[in-house]
């Protein structure tokens, strides 16, 4: 069965320096990959999705992130962080039937 | 465009009492599903509807039933609320079941006393 681990609970960046947020993921075959981000109080909105096309897929608001098949993971990026970036983010795997979501992690930015 | 609306947006209940919540989408999606969501374990998927006419249980079904009630409609009922129950809920929908993104609501807030 596929899972997903995020390493960070809770991650805190000052203003225009990078973010990195940390996702593992485990699956028996070649896996559809998302990032999700909620802000408080409010749904989630996709950041970007990663269907065995590059490797480096890019997202909106300058979030990227990379699949690394021989590490199992699906690191999210952005070079300067802004402080709308504050929210929560998920990192999710498609088994190819339901999507199955990390824990979640918490994005402070701090000015 | 709406794209997935959700009502109520907040329920309060009492333990043992039943309510329905509603969840439309616009964008001529196949799939539909309802998650719950609690703090520190991501979201976990309730009921789907993959089509039109089919539903099936998730990871965490007892307690709740679904109808898709046609393609933009898919209904979470809680027929005997309890405490175990308060959560936010989610509707989603995607254009096909299998490794598609999907559309989120915006979620409706539910407190059981």
């Known amino acids: 069965a596929q899972s997903v681990t995020q390493l960070d609970s809770h991650v805190s960046v000052s203003e225009g320096t990078p973010v990195l947020l940390r996702c593992n993921y485990s699956?028996?075959?070649?896996?559809?990959l998302f990032w999700y981000v909620q802000h408080p109080n409010k749904g989630l909105q996709l950041l970007l999705k990663?269907?065995?096309?590059?490797?480096l897929v890019k997202g909106i608001n300058g979030f990227e992130a990379e699949f690394k098949k021989s590490e199992t993971s699906f690191h999210l990026t952005k070079p300067s962080a802004h402080m709308s970036d504050a929210a929560e983010y998920f990192c999710?795997?498609?088994?190819?039937?339901?999507?199955?979501f990390g824990a979640g992690t918490i994005l402070r930015v701090k000015s | 465009n709406a794209g997935v609306t959700q009502t109520p947006k907040f329920q309060v209940l009492k333990t043992g009492q039943s309510m329905t919540l509603q969840c439309a989408q616009d964008?001529?999606?196949?799939?539909m599903y309802w998650y719950r969501q609690d703090p520190g374990m991501g979201l976990r998927l309730i009921y789907y509807?993959?089509?039109?006419?089919?539903?099936d249980k998730g990871e965490v079904p007892n307690g709740y039933n679904v109808s898709r009630l046609n393609k933009r409609e898919f209904s979470l009922r809680l027929e005997s609320a309890a405490p175990s129950q308060t959560s936010v809920y989610f509707c989603?929908?995607?254009?096909?079941?299998?490794?598609?993104?999907?559309?989120f609501g915006p979620g409706t807030r539910l407190t059981v006393t």
């Open positions: 989603a929908s995607s254009e096909a079941f299998r490794g598609y993104e999907q559309y």
């Open positions: 699956s028996s075959y070649s896996p559809s």
């Open positions: 990663y269907t065995s096309a590059a490797t």
């Open positions: 999710v795997v498609s088994d190819g039937n339901k999507l199955v």
């Open positions: 964008m001529n999606h196949n799939s």
């Open positions: 509807s993959a089509s039109e006419g089919t539903t």
